[in-house]
């Protein structure tokens, strides 16, 4: 964003551009926050590493040995996978929270005209977050429109991170007792520095040095434990 010559960044906000938009555009503000696509070296590179969401989340629907009626409750987990269902999930009751115009489903005027149409929409849909079925496109084009759609279309430009990231492995007791130390410690240092690095509290001159406490922290133990981690998940 820009304003009298000043620029203002924040992170992991895209989805509410549109309602910043309107609350400066009511306060006679003439700036705008836009998104923007993730930085490459090289003009035309392709995004390898970004912040996306796993093909399949880690939050899942189990039933227990406990279930009195199997039957049922795999219908129950089915039902967002089917046609009905995957409407139902993603924008509520025909009539009431959305019409069928064009063949295609549209939410409620009361819902896209909201300043925040994702939480009005959130009042009558499940599939905002994790759900137990298929996120539509139209709930996110419908319930982020102007500033936030383009956002997400600018983060998506180039980024082709869902190739390179780690699937839902499952990792041994022991790699679990071998790497968890490791790993906390390499987490705490990361955020530490990340924030040192973008308040100026570190210099960038120094970004070898940080490269070098990760790799003496045992970095290599992490790594080699993963690609064995993932080398059974292809196997399997």
Known sequence: MTYLRKVGAIVFAGGNLESYNLTLKDAGRPDRWVGVPYPVAKAGDKVKFAYNGLPVEPEVAVISTKCKDVPAAMKVCDFGYSPKGILYWNFGDEGVSYDIVNGKPKYKDFITGSLNSMSEASKYVGAMGYCIGIHAAGLVEQTQPGAALDAFNAFAKGNVADRYMIPMVTPTYEENQQTATIETAIRTYVV?????????????????QYVKRIEDMGLQTVLKVKTDQVKRYVKR
């Open 192 to 208: 530490e520095m990340f924030f040192k690095f973008m308040m100026g509290q570190e210099s960038l001159n120094n970004f070898p």
